[in-house]
């Protein structure tokens, strides 16, 4: 098994999604990013914790050579990776950058309609744009501040 396989086997064994994965340059650091769908308030430190004990061991069973693990949530700026994160994530402010340019950009900002038969559908200022999911080489949601839809009802 590659890295990336051990990783997706043992973070979906424990019920969490995983994310994303980096490693630094040298291979030294090995940063990885889960998720949690049906935890409301996303991942907390101690899922963090459970997952980095898990994956310690599963890596030195592996012999997965790394100096450091670091396992953390995505951020409210969740990078979207899969076909999946752009149908979950439907609804939501995204900012996209393409491998190739469509129309003469690059980079588009707008609410994200889903995604069909390999086509990512963006709602952006002048309509509605389609884009190839291969051609997608980064992708993130926009943080929402909005706090009167919160019922948290922060202050």
Do not use: W
């Not at 012999?63 to 396992?71: A, F, Q, T």
């Not at 559908?121 to 909005?146: H, M, T, Y």
Request: aromatic share 6%; glycine share 8%.
């Amino acid at each position: 098994m590659d890295l990336h396989e051990i990783l997706e086997v043992t973070v979906t064994g424990l019920g969490y999604e995983l994310v994303d994965v980096e490693r630094s340059p040298r291979g030294r650091l090995l940063r990885v990013f889960i998720d949690k769908p049906e935890k409301h308030r996303g991942v907390d430190v101690e899922d963090c914790a459970l997952v980095s004990d898990q994956l310690s061991r599963v890596l030195l069973v592996e012999n997965v050579d790394y100096d450091h693990l670091e396992v953390s949530s995505p951020g409210i700026d969740r990078p979207l990776k899969k076909e999946a994160d752009f149908e979950r994530f439907a609804g939501s402010m995204i900012t996209v950058k393409l491998r190739l340019p469509l129309n003469g950009r690059r980079n588009f900002s707008g609410m994200l309609q889903g995604v069909h038969d390999g086509k990512v559908r963006l709602q952006i200022d002048s309509g509605e744009v389609d884009f190839d999911l291969v051609n997608v080489d980064k992708a993130r949601l926009v943080p929402n501040f909005d706090l009167t839809k919160s019922s948290d009802g922060l202050v």
